[in-house]
Structures are given as structure tokens and as C-alpha cells.
């Protein structure tokens, strides 16, 4: 094959990238995005502060913009994101207690009614854990060590038809806290029944040369729980090649790890653009890192 998309369709699996609304209108970029990519994530125009920007009213213009641009040229979308601590619009964050809690509820039944049917997927919550493995100090946190669970069941019940995955970033190596506080987290959930379908690992590689440790052992953990896998947010430092073919590998070396999403087109289109850590340059050429990419795959 001789696009990332089909190459990863070869294994039943997709290949992914963030879309800007913003960038729509440059032909470079959709150029080589509408060539290369068979999945597609709103980089900023699904999350609370755009959707809901203020109580009560929901604005999917941006989101639908992308969704609409992805659909008509075959491709398939993923939702991110429902409940995070970031990109709030200012009336959520100024929200605590039952009034949050509810919040989140009513913004999860809002976005996905509007989406309904629509969707591959949707990161149902983002980045809840620290480092360490415990929780993370959020105004959601502070509604009820709960609130994960209910946004679960919240979204299940809102559309039955869609993936749900719970998503973050530094849950790559096996043996760190944060992956394994994520970890006894799905555990419980599947053990108990809570509604999850899928593991987001953003995979934002910084500096080294080579994979966090155990990356794959990571993958076949999680999908071992009974929850696919997916690579939602690929960058690397430098787009070293080593790593870029060595998390693809280690998605293909396991059967549940069904898709892989980089976090841009082109370097200049990262927001960490400084670090050109993308497979395309600044001017839309193929760099050795999206080769590398393409043969693993
Ligand atoms: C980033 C976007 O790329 C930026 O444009 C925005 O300013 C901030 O958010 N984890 C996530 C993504 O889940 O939503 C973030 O995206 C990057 C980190």
C-alpha cells in the first residue's frame, strides 16, 4: 500500500490524524490529509469550551465543519473529548459539587445526542490520573471519586453505538504509576461492569530514542483486560524513526491494538511544532520517519 490508511487497512486497523477546522481552507493540508488518512480527530472543536460555550448552549459548527469533511471523503471520525480538566469553558469551571457533577452529565447527553450513531468512538475522559497513579486533583475529582464512572454510564446511555475510551498521556511504560493506576482502573470497571470499550495512550514521545519501557507489554495489558487499545495522539521529539517504527510495530504485534493517530499533518500544524515531531515537514513532504511508519506497517 502506499498511504498510511490503506497500509493500515491491510490489518484490518486504521491510521488517523488531528484536523483543525482553522486549516480546512489550506490545500496542502488537506491534500495530503484526505491522501494518507482513514480516521480523523477534531484537535480542539469537540472539547467542552467548544461545544458548549455557554450553559446550556451547545455549538457544534467547528465540530460538524470536520466531521462533515471527513465523512465525505470516507473517512471516519473519532469524538474527543467529554470530561476533562482542560478546555472548560469559564461557566464549568467555575462549578463545583453536584452542580458540576451535573453539568458534566447534561454536556455528555448534549454532545452526544448531537453525534448519536455518528461515531467510531468518543475519549469519554481525559488525563484524570497524576503521575503517580492516584487521581488527579480536578474539579471533576471533587464531585465524587465516582465521576469517572458515571461519565461512562452517562455515555453509554446516551448512544449505545459508539466506543467508549477512556484516554491519556504517560501511560506508555509498563512499569510506570500513572499505567498502572489506569490500569486497576478499567480492571475494576470491567470487573464490576461499568461500560468501557477502549484504552486511549496519547503516545506524546519526548527526547530518547527508543520506546518507554515494555511499551508492548503495555498494549497486550490493557487489551488482556478485554478493552482495545488505540494510539490517540502520536508525536515524537524529532520524529526519531526508531520510535515511530517501533510503536507501530508493537500495534501491530497485538491483535487488539486497532488504530494509530498521529497528533497533526504537518510539523507546522503541531502545537509542538518546535520539536517537528510529525511525519510530514513544514512543506508537506514525506519525512523518514512517515517511511518508517509505512514499512512497519
Ligand atoms: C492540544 C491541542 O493540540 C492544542 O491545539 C490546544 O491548544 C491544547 O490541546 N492532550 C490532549 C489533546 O488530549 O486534546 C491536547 O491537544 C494535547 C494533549
Known amino acids: 500500500a ?35 488518512f482513514n480516521m480523523v480527530t477534531a484537535e480542539n472543536e469537540m472539547k467542552p469550551d467548544a461545544t458548549q460555550p455557554n450553559r446550556g448552549q451547545f455549538n457544534f459548527s467547528a465540530g460538524d465543519q470536520i466531521y462533515n469533511w471527513a465523512t465525505q471523503r470516507g473517512m471516519r471520525v473519532r469524538g474527543h473529548t467529554l470530561a476533562w480538566h482542560a478546555q472548560q469553558p469559564g461557566w464549568m469551571q467555575s462549578l463545583s459539587g453536584s452542580s458540576l457533577r451535573q453539568a458534566m452529565i447534561d454536556h455528555i447527553n448534549g454532545v452526544m445526542a448531537h453525534y448519536r450513531g455518528k461515531l467510531h468512538s468518543w475519549d469519554v ?14 474539579n471533576l475529582q471533587g464531585t465524587g471519586n465516582d465521576w469517572i464512572e458515571v461519565a461512562f454510564r452517562t455515555a453509554r446511555a446516551a448512544d449505545s453505538s459508539t466506543k467508549l475510551c477512556y484516554n491519556d498521556y504517560n501511560i506508555e511504560n509498563w512499569t510506570y504509576g500513572k499505567t498502572q493506576g489506569v490500569y486497576n482502573m478499567i480492571r475494576d470497571f470491567k470487573s ?29 495489558s490493557f487489551a488482556a ?73
Open 2 to 36: 502506499s498511504t498510511l490508511g490503506a497500509a493500515a487497512a491491510q490489518s484490518g486497523r486504521y491510521f488517523g490524524t488531528a484536523i483543525a477546522a482553522g486549516r480546512l481552507s489550506n490545500s496542502t493540508y488537506t491534500t495530503i490529509a484526505a491522501r494518507e
Open 125 to 138: 475522559v481525559n488525563e484524570a490520573f497524576n503521575e503517580d497513579g492516584s487521581r488527579r486533583q480536578s
Open 192 to 220: 464490576r461492569g461499568v461500560p468501557i470499550d477502549c484504552v486511549g495512550l496519547q503516545t506524546h514521545f519526548t527526547g530518547g530514542s527508543s520506546l518507554p519501557g515494555n511499551f508492548q507489554t503495555t498494549l497486550s
Open 225 to 297: 483486560l478485554g478493552v482495545d487499545v488505540v494510539l490517540t495522539e502520536v508525536d515524537v521529539t524529532n520524529a526519531s524513526t526508531t520510535q515511530y517504527a517501533g510503536l507501530t510495530q508493537a500495534c501491530l504485534n497485538v491483535p487488539r491494538c486497532i488504530g494509530i493517530t498521529v497528533w497533526g499533518v504537518r510539523d507546522s500544524d503541531s502545537w509542538r511544532a518546535s520539536e517537528n515531531p510529525l511525519l510530514f515537514d513544514g512543506n508537506g513532504n514525506k519525512k523518514s520517519a512517515y517511511t518508517s511508519v509505512l514499512n512497519a506497517l
